[in-house]
Protein backbone atom coordinates (compact mmCIF):
# COMPACT_ATOMS: atom_id res chain seq x y z
CA UNK A 1 0.00 0.00 0.00
CA UNK A 2 1.42 3.44 -0.55
CA UNK A 3 2.70 5.39 1.96
CA UNK A 4 0.71 8.72 1.00
CA UNK A 5 -2.77 6.31 1.03
CA UNK A 6 -1.76 4.83 4.76
CA UNK A 7 -0.90 7.69 6.00
CA UNK A 8 -4.78 8.86 4.89
CA UNK A 9 -6.47 6.14 6.65
CA UNK A 10 -4.27 6.01 9.51
CA UNK A 11 -5.87 9.83 9.87
CA UNK A 12 -9.62 8.81 9.27
CA UNK A 13 -9.42 6.30 11.94
CA UNK A 14 -7.83 8.43 14.11
CA UNK A 15 -11.45 10.11 15.51
CA UNK A 16 -12.47 6.14 16.34
CA UNK A 17 -9.09 5.56 17.99
CA UNK A 18 -10.13 8.05 20.18
CA UNK A 19 -12.99 7.43 21.43
CA UNK A 20 -11.60 3.43 21.80
CA UNK A 21 -8.97 4.44 23.87
CA UNK A 22 -11.57 6.72 25.58
CA UNK A 23 -13.42 3.71 26.47
CA UNK A 24 -10.73 1.76 27.28
CA UNK A 25 -9.89 3.91 30.04
CA UNK A 26 -13.25 4.88 31.46
CA UNK A 27 -13.01 1.38 33.83
CA UNK A 28 -9.93 2.51 35.26
CA UNK A 29 -10.96 5.81 35.66
CA UNK A 30 -13.77 4.11 38.47
CA UNK A 31 -11.12 1.66 39.93
CA UNK A 32 -8.43 4.10 40.31
CA UNK A 33 -10.69 6.27 41.74
CA UNK A 34 -11.93 4.39 44.42
CA UNK A 35 -8.76 2.67 45.51
CA UNK A 36 -7.09 6.47 45.50
CA UNK A 37 -10.60 7.61 48.18
CA UNK A 38 -9.96 4.07 50.09
CA UNK A 39 -6.50 4.48 50.40
CA UNK A 40 -6.46 8.26 50.99
CA UNK A 41 -9.74 7.89 54.15
CA UNK A 42 -8.18 5.18 55.24
CA UNK A 43 -7.89 7.02 58.75
CA UNK A 44 -11.70 7.85 58.77
CA UNK A 45 -12.37 3.89 57.30
CA UNK A 46 -10.30 2.36 60.16
CA UNK A 47 -12.33 4.15 62.94
CA UNK A 48 -15.46 3.62 60.96
CA UNK A 49 -15.43 0.22 60.11
CA UNK A 50 -12.54 -1.42 61.93
CA UNK A 51 -12.01 0.28 65.40
CA UNK A 52 -9.61 -1.77 67.18
CA UNK A 53 -7.14 -1.20 70.92
CA UNK A 54 -5.00 0.83 68.66
CA UNK A 55 -4.01 2.93 65.29
CA UNK A 56 -1.86 0.54 63.72
CA UNK A 57 -3.99 -2.25 64.29
CA UNK A 58 -7.09 -0.38 63.11
CA UNK A 59 -4.95 1.01 60.18
CA UNK A 60 -3.47 -2.95 59.25
CA UNK A 61 -7.23 -4.00 59.61
CA UNK A 62 -8.53 -1.16 57.10
CA UNK A 63 -5.66 -2.42 54.41
CA UNK A 64 -6.65 -5.56 55.34
CA UNK A 65 -9.72 -4.69 54.10
CA UNK A 66 -8.44 -3.21 51.03
CA UNK A 67 -6.22 -6.81 50.38
CA UNK A 68 -9.77 -8.45 49.80
CA UNK A 69 -9.69 -6.85 46.79
CA UNK A 70 -7.00 -8.22 45.45
CA UNK A 71 -7.61 -11.72 46.62
CA UNK A 72 -10.84 -11.89 44.87
CA UNK A 73 -9.11 -10.59 41.16
CA UNK A 74 -7.63 -14.19 39.71
CA UNK A 75 -11.24 -15.47 40.00
CA UNK A 76 -12.62 -12.49 38.10
CA UNK A 77 -9.74 -12.82 35.73
CA UNK A 78 -10.63 -16.77 35.07
CA UNK A 79 -14.29 -15.59 34.66
CA UNK A 80 -14.52 -12.62 33.09
CA UNK A 81 -11.09 -13.27 31.07
CA UNK A 82 -13.32 -16.64 29.56
CA UNK A 83 -16.07 -14.33 28.70
CA UNK A 84 -13.97 -11.85 26.86
CA UNK A 85 -11.66 -14.38 24.90
CA UNK A 86 -14.93 -16.74 23.99
CA UNK A 87 -17.73 -13.89 23.23
CA UNK A 88 -15.74 -10.54 22.86
CA UNK A 89 -13.92 -7.80 24.75
CA UNK A 90 -16.77 -5.28 24.11
CA UNK A 91 -19.43 -7.21 25.45
CA UNK A 92 -17.64 -7.95 28.61
CA UNK A 93 -16.32 -4.07 29.24
CA UNK A 94 -19.88 -3.19 29.56
CA UNK A 95 -20.65 -5.13 32.23
CA UNK A 96 -17.57 -4.92 34.12
CA UNK A 97 -17.63 -0.82 34.53
CA UNK A 98 -21.00 -1.44 36.49
CA UNK A 99 -19.63 -3.88 39.00
CA UNK A 100 -16.90 -1.84 39.62
CA UNK A 101 -18.68 1.37 40.47
CA UNK A 102 -21.10 -0.06 42.15
CA UNK A 103 -19.25 -1.73 45.03
CA UNK A 104 -17.63 1.06 45.73
CA UNK A 105 -20.64 3.29 45.80
CA UNK A 106 -22.66 1.07 48.04
CA UNK A 107 -19.43 1.32 50.57
CA UNK A 108 -21.01 5.01 50.74
CA UNK A 109 -24.28 4.55 52.29
CA UNK A 110 -22.90 0.97 54.98
CA UNK A 111 -23.75 2.16 58.60
CA UNK A 112 -20.77 2.14 60.54
CA UNK A 113 -19.17 -0.62 63.33
CA UNK A 114 -20.83 1.50 66.24
CA UNK A 115 -24.13 0.72 64.22
CA UNK A 116 -24.33 -2.88 63.35
CA UNK A 117 -21.21 -4.32 64.88
CA UNK A 118 -19.36 -7.00 63.61
CA UNK A 119 -21.37 -6.95 60.28
CA UNK A 120 -19.75 -3.81 59.64
CA UNK A 121 -16.71 -4.65 58.08
CA UNK A 122 -17.64 -7.64 56.86
CA UNK A 123 -19.96 -5.83 54.71
CA UNK A 124 -16.98 -3.54 53.67
CA UNK A 125 -14.84 -6.72 52.68
CA UNK A 126 -17.85 -8.53 51.02
CA UNK A 127 -17.88 -4.56 48.76
CA UNK A 128 -14.24 -5.30 48.02
CA UNK A 129 -14.21 -8.42 47.41
CA UNK A 130 -17.08 -7.86 44.63
CA UNK A 131 -15.60 -4.87 42.84
CA UNK A 132 -11.75 -7.49 42.68
CA UNK A 133 -14.20 -10.18 40.49
CA UNK A 134 -14.97 -7.49 38.56
CA UNK A 135 -11.56 -5.64 38.22
CA UNK A 136 -10.02 -9.04 37.48
CA UNK A 137 -10.94 -9.22 34.12
CA UNK A 138 -11.45 -5.35 33.95
CA UNK A 139 -8.26 -4.18 33.34
CA UNK A 140 -6.72 -6.86 30.70
CA UNK A 141 -9.92 -6.56 28.49
CA UNK A 142 -9.79 -3.12 28.26
CA UNK A 143 -5.84 -2.92 27.24
CA UNK A 144 -7.11 -6.10 24.69
CA UNK A 145 -9.65 -3.80 23.43
CA UNK A 146 -7.34 -0.29 22.70
CA UNK A 147 -4.33 -3.13 21.72
CA UNK A 148 -6.40 -4.96 18.91
CA UNK A 149 -7.71 -1.55 17.41
CA UNK A 150 -4.06 -0.10 17.32
CA UNK A 151 -1.58 0.19 14.24
CA UNK A 152 1.65 -1.65 14.31
CA UNK A 153 4.14 0.97 15.91
CA UNK A 154 1.58 2.61 17.82
CA UNK A 155 0.53 0.21 20.20
CA UNK A 156 1.88 1.33 23.43
CA UNK A 157 1.18 5.01 22.86
CA UNK A 158 -2.32 4.27 22.63
CA UNK A 159 -2.54 1.32 25.66
CA UNK A 160 -0.90 4.09 27.92
CA UNK A 161 -3.90 5.87 27.70
CA UNK A 162 -5.78 3.14 29.48
CA UNK A 163 -3.60 3.98 32.64
CA UNK A 164 -3.71 7.35 31.74
CA UNK A 165 -7.48 6.95 32.95
CA UNK A 166 -5.97 5.17 35.93
CA UNK A 167 -4.23 8.32 36.77
CA UNK A 168 -6.94 10.48 35.82
CA UNK A 169 -9.39 8.46 38.54
CA UNK A 170 -6.90 8.79 41.01
CA UNK A 171 -6.83 12.73 40.52
CA UNK A 172 -9.94 12.86 40.28
CA UNK A 173 -10.01 11.35 43.65
CA UNK A 174 -7.52 13.44 44.95
CA UNK A 175 -9.52 16.62 43.85
CA UNK A 176 -12.47 15.46 45.78
CA UNK A 177 -10.48 14.55 48.75
CA UNK A 178 -8.89 18.08 48.68
CA UNK A 179 -12.31 20.02 48.68
CA UNK A 180 -13.34 18.00 51.01
CA UNK A 181 -10.40 18.31 53.44
CA UNK A 182 -10.57 21.99 52.68
CA UNK A 183 -14.01 23.12 52.94
CA UNK A 184 -15.52 20.25 55.92
CA UNK A 185 -13.82 20.66 59.63
CA UNK A 186 -12.13 17.27 60.89
CA UNK A 187 -15.37 16.50 63.03
CA UNK A 188 -17.78 16.27 59.75
CA UNK A 189 -15.35 14.40 57.57
CA UNK A 190 -15.23 11.49 60.63
CA UNK A 191 -18.54 11.74 60.93
CA UNK A 192 -19.90 11.84 56.99
CA UNK A 193 -17.99 13.78 54.72
CA UNK A 194 -16.03 10.44 54.12
CA UNK A 195 -19.03 8.96 52.49
CA UNK A 196 -19.58 11.49 49.53
CA UNK A 197 -16.47 10.09 47.75
CA UNK A 198 -17.86 6.61 47.51
CA UNK A 199 -21.09 8.37 45.90
CA UNK A 200 -19.92 9.51 43.42
CA UNK A 201 -18.64 6.54 41.84
CA UNK A 202 -22.10 5.62 40.78
CA UNK A 203 -22.49 8.46 38.49
CA UNK A 204 -19.10 7.81 37.02
CA UNK A 205 -20.29 4.46 36.31
CA UNK A 206 -23.27 5.17 34.44
CA UNK A 207 -21.26 7.97 32.31
CA UNK A 208 -18.48 5.11 31.97
CA UNK A 209 -21.22 2.44 30.69
CA UNK A 210 -22.59 5.03 27.90
CA UNK A 211 -19.17 5.95 26.15
CA UNK A 212 -18.31 1.84 26.18
CA UNK A 213 -21.53 0.89 24.88
CA UNK A 214 -20.83 1.98 21.41
CA UNK A 215 -17.42 0.49 21.22
CA UNK A 216 -17.14 -1.92 18.34
CA UNK A 217 -15.05 -5.82 18.79
CA UNK A 218 -11.62 -5.63 17.79
CA UNK A 219 -10.77 -6.80 14.14
CA UNK A 220 -8.35 -9.33 16.00
CA UNK A 221 -11.02 -11.12 17.70
CA UNK A 222 -13.57 -10.59 14.89
CA UNK A 223 -10.74 -12.66 12.75
CA UNK A 224 -10.27 -15.14 15.33
CA UNK A 225 -13.72 -15.77 15.48
CA UNK A 226 -14.11 -16.26 11.63
CA UNK A 227 -11.47 -18.42 11.47
CA UNK A 228 -13.28 -20.51 13.96
CA UNK A 229 -9.95 -20.08 16.49
CA UNK A 230 -12.05 -19.37 19.57
CA UNK A 231 -10.57 -20.76 22.47
CA UNK A 232 -13.24 -23.36 24.26
CA UNK A 233 -11.61 -22.71 27.84
CA UNK A 234 -9.03 -20.32 27.21
CA UNK A 235 -7.45 -20.98 31.29
CA UNK A 236 -6.93 -24.89 30.59
CA UNK A 237 -5.12 -23.90 27.41
CA UNK A 238 -2.66 -21.49 29.49
CA UNK A 239 -2.17 -23.58 32.02
CA UNK A 240 -1.20 -26.82 30.04
CA UNK A 241 1.47 -24.89 27.45
CA UNK A 242 4.34 -24.84 29.25
CA UNK A 243 5.05 -21.51 26.79
CA UNK A 244 2.19 -19.62 27.90
CA UNK A 245 3.50 -20.31 32.17
CA UNK A 246 6.89 -18.92 31.20
CA UNK A 247 5.24 -15.52 29.80
CA UNK A 248 3.25 -15.72 32.67
CA UNK A 249 6.23 -16.28 35.36
CA UNK A 250 8.13 -13.93 33.99
CA UNK A 251 5.44 -11.18 34.26
CA UNK A 252 4.99 -12.26 37.58
CA UNK A 253 8.35 -10.84 38.14
CA UNK A 254 7.95 -7.59 36.24
CA UNK A 255 4.94 -6.67 37.82
CA UNK A 256 6.74 -7.29 41.24
CA UNK A 257 7.93 -3.97 41.11
CA UNK A 258 6.41 -0.95 39.08
CA UNK A 259 3.16 -2.35 39.09
CA UNK A 260 2.35 -3.76 42.18
CA UNK A 261 4.90 -3.34 45.13
CA UNK A 262 6.46 0.31 44.70
CA UNK A 263 3.36 1.06 42.98
CA UNK A 264 0.85 0.77 45.78
CA UNK A 265 3.45 1.81 48.27
CA UNK A 266 3.93 5.68 47.27
CA UNK A 267 0.28 6.06 45.69
CA UNK A 268 -1.86 3.87 48.26
CA UNK A 269 0.32 3.51 51.99
CA UNK A 270 2.15 6.95 51.67
CA UNK A 271 -0.36 9.41 52.39
CA UNK A 272 -1.18 7.61 55.46
CA UNK A 273 2.74 7.72 56.07
CA UNK A 274 2.48 11.38 55.32
CA UNK A 275 -0.65 12.03 57.78
CA UNK A 276 0.09 9.72 60.95
CA UNK A 277 4.68 9.45 60.95
CA UNK A 278 5.34 12.72 59.41
CA UNK A 279 2.56 14.58 60.99
CA UNK A 280 2.13 16.47 56.91
CA UNK A 281 -1.29 18.03 57.35
CA UNK A 282 -4.06 16.35 55.41
CA UNK A 283 -4.53 19.40 53.16
CA UNK A 284 -0.52 19.33 51.98
CA UNK A 285 -0.72 15.43 52.02
CA UNK A 286 -3.63 15.74 49.80
CA UNK A 287 -2.50 18.72 47.32
CA UNK A 288 1.00 17.19 46.63
CA UNK A 289 -0.33 13.86 45.79
CA UNK A 290 -2.45 15.86 43.28
CA UNK A 291 0.44 17.63 41.79
CA UNK A 292 2.26 14.33 41.18
CA UNK A 293 -0.63 12.34 39.91
CA UNK A 294 -1.25 15.27 37.54
CA UNK A 295 2.64 15.04 36.62
CA UNK A 296 2.66 11.24 36.22
CA UNK A 297 -0.27 11.32 33.86
CA UNK A 298 1.98 13.51 31.69
CA UNK A 299 4.07 11.12 31.97
CA UNK A 300 2.47 7.83 31.29
CA UNK A 301 1.78 8.63 27.43
CA UNK A 302 5.12 10.20 26.89
CA UNK A 303 6.67 6.91 27.96
CA UNK A 304 4.38 4.71 25.75
CA UNK A 305 5.71 7.02 22.50
CA UNK A 306 9.36 6.01 23.93
CA UNK A 307 8.12 2.35 24.35
CA UNK A 308 6.91 2.29 20.51
CA UNK A 309 10.25 3.98 19.20
CA UNK A 310 12.71 1.99 21.32
CA UNK A 311 10.92 -1.04 22.47
CA UNK A 312 9.39 -2.00 26.15
CA UNK A 313 12.67 -3.51 27.44
CA UNK A 314 14.52 -0.40 27.45
CA UNK A 315 11.67 1.53 29.23
CA UNK A 316 11.18 -0.85 31.62
CA UNK A 317 14.99 -1.39 32.76
CA UNK A 318 15.24 2.81 33.35
CA UNK A 319 12.11 2.51 35.60
CA UNK A 320 13.50 -0.22 37.40
CA UNK A 321 17.20 1.28 37.61
CA UNK A 322 14.92 4.97 38.57
CA UNK A 323 13.52 2.60 41.12
CA UNK A 324 16.51 1.78 43.05
CA UNK A 325 17.99 5.64 42.94
CA UNK A 326 15.40 7.33 44.23
CA UNK A 327 13.37 5.34 46.60
CA UNK A 328 15.46 5.62 49.74
CA UNK A 329 16.18 9.39 48.89
CA UNK A 330 12.35 10.02 48.48
CA UNK A 331 11.66 8.69 51.96
CA UNK A 332 13.57 10.32 53.60
CA UNK A 333 13.16 13.79 52.07
CA UNK A 334 9.34 13.15 52.98
CA UNK A 335 10.32 12.28 56.76
CA UNK A 336 11.37 15.44 56.84
CA UNK A 337 7.97 16.82 56.85
CA UNK A 338 7.57 19.89 54.72
CA UNK A 339 5.65 20.32 51.70
CA UNK A 340 8.51 21.40 49.55
CA UNK A 341 10.26 18.23 50.32
CA UNK A 342 7.11 15.86 50.09
CA UNK A 343 6.20 17.84 46.75
CA UNK A 344 9.70 17.24 45.41
CA UNK A 345 9.90 13.06 46.93
CA UNK A 346 6.78 12.66 45.23
CA UNK A 347 7.48 13.95 41.68
CA UNK A 348 10.56 12.16 41.48
CA UNK A 349 9.16 8.83 42.37
CA UNK A 350 5.88 8.93 39.53
CA UNK A 351 8.44 9.06 36.97
CA UNK A 352 9.60 5.50 37.12
CA UNK A 353 6.33 4.58 38.26
CA UNK A 354 4.73 6.21 34.92
CA UNK A 355 7.79 4.58 32.76
CA UNK A 356 6.08 1.18 33.99
CA UNK A 357 2.66 2.01 34.07
CA UNK A 358 3.06 2.69 30.24
CA UNK A 359 4.53 -0.72 29.11
CA UNK A 360 2.58 -2.68 31.62
CA UNK A 361 -0.03 -3.25 29.28
CA UNK A 362 1.49 -3.59 26.22
CA UNK A 363 3.90 -6.52 27.47
CA UNK A 364 1.42 -8.44 29.15
CA UNK A 365 -0.91 -9.10 26.04
CA UNK A 366 1.57 -8.78 23.46
CA UNK A 367 3.57 -11.92 24.98
CA UNK A 368 0.47 -13.93 24.41
CA UNK A 369 -1.85 -15.06 21.53
CA UNK A 370 -5.71 -12.89 21.13
CA UNK A 371 -7.52 -16.11 21.42
CA UNK A 372 -6.11 -16.57 25.41
CA UNK A 373 -5.12 -13.27 25.79
CA UNK A 374 -7.67 -11.98 27.70
CA UNK A 375 -7.31 -14.64 29.88
CA UNK A 376 -3.96 -15.08 30.18
CA UNK A 377 -2.61 -11.32 30.89
CA UNK A 378 -5.68 -10.89 33.79
CA UNK A 379 -4.56 -14.01 35.47
CA UNK A 380 -1.10 -12.74 35.75
CA UNK A 381 -2.55 -9.39 36.54
CA UNK A 382 -4.30 -10.53 39.06
CA UNK A 383 -2.12 -13.33 40.70
CA UNK A 384 0.82 -10.42 40.95
CA UNK A 385 -1.90 -7.32 42.20
CA UNK A 386 -2.87 -10.12 44.62
CA UNK A 387 0.63 -11.02 45.91
CA UNK A 388 3.02 -7.82 45.66
CA UNK A 389 0.12 -5.20 45.22
CA UNK A 390 -2.54 -5.60 48.04
CA UNK A 391 0.42 -6.60 50.48
CA UNK A 392 2.45 -3.87 49.69
CA UNK A 393 0.34 -1.19 52.16
CA UNK A 394 0.20 -4.05 55.08
CA UNK A 395 3.37 -4.72 54.84
CA UNK A 396 4.04 -1.18 54.61
CA UNK A 397 2.39 -0.48 58.05
CA UNK A 398 4.15 -3.31 59.88
CA UNK A 399 7.25 -2.57 58.42
CA UNK A 400 7.35 0.93 59.85
CA UNK A 401 5.65 -0.34 63.16
CA UNK A 402 8.37 -2.44 63.72
CA UNK A 403 11.77 -0.67 62.44
CA UNK A 404 10.04 3.15 62.89
CA UNK A 405 11.04 4.41 60.15
CA UNK A 406 9.94 5.07 56.38
CA UNK A 407 13.63 4.05 55.00
CA UNK A 408 12.83 0.37 55.69
CA UNK A 409 10.15 0.39 53.08
CA UNK A 410 12.36 2.10 50.39
CA UNK A 411 15.24 -0.37 50.95
CA UNK A 412 11.63 -3.56 49.91
CA UNK A 413 11.39 -1.11 47.11
CA UNK A 414 15.20 -1.08 45.84
CA UNK A 415 15.11 -5.32 46.30
CA UNK A 416 11.75 -5.69 44.78
CA UNK A 417 13.33 -3.36 41.27
CA UNK A 418 15.67 -5.89 41.46
CA UNK A 419 14.03 -8.66 40.89
CA UNK A 420 12.10 -7.01 38.38
CA UNK A 421 15.14 -5.72 36.42
CA UNK A 422 15.85 -9.83 36.40
CA UNK A 423 12.70 -10.79 35.21
CA UNK A 424 12.74 -8.13 32.40
CA UNK A 425 16.16 -9.10 31.34
CA UNK A 426 15.32 -13.20 30.08
CA UNK A 427 12.01 -11.65 28.31
CA UNK A 428 11.95 -11.44 25.09
CA UNK A 429 11.14 -7.80 23.55
CA UNK A 430 7.64 -7.57 22.25
CA UNK A 431 6.77 -3.94 20.48
CA UNK A 432 8.38 -5.17 16.75
CA UNK A 433 6.60 -7.75 16.41
CA UNK A 434 2.27 -8.51 15.24
CA UNK A 435 -0.29 -9.89 17.33
CA UNK A 436 -0.51 -13.69 17.58
CA UNK A 437 -3.68 -15.04 17.25
Not at 308 to 316: H, I, N, S
Request: hydrophobic share 55%; aromatic share 10%.
Amino acid sequence: MPVEKRVKMTAAKEPRQLAIRIGGAAGQVIEWYDFTVYGYFAVYLSAQFFPAKNDVASLLATFAGLLSTFISRPLGAIVIGHFADRLGRRRVLAITIFGASGAAAIIGVLPSASSIGVAAPILVVLCRLTQGVFTGGEVPAAGSMVLEHSANGRRAFSASWVQVGATAGSILALLVATLLSSTLPHDAMASWGWRIPFLVAAPLGAVGWFVRSRLTETPQFREVEKQGGVARAPIIELLTSKQHLGQLLRLLGIFLCGSFFAFYVFLTYVPTYLLSHAHVGAGSTFLSALVAQCFMMCVIPLSGRLADRVGRRPVLFAAQILFMLLAIPAFLLMSLGTFGFVLLAQLAIVIPIGLHQAVQLPIMLELLPTRVRVSGGGLAFAIASALFGGTAPIFAVWLVGRTGTGTSVAIAVVVAAAISFLATAVTAETGRHELAA
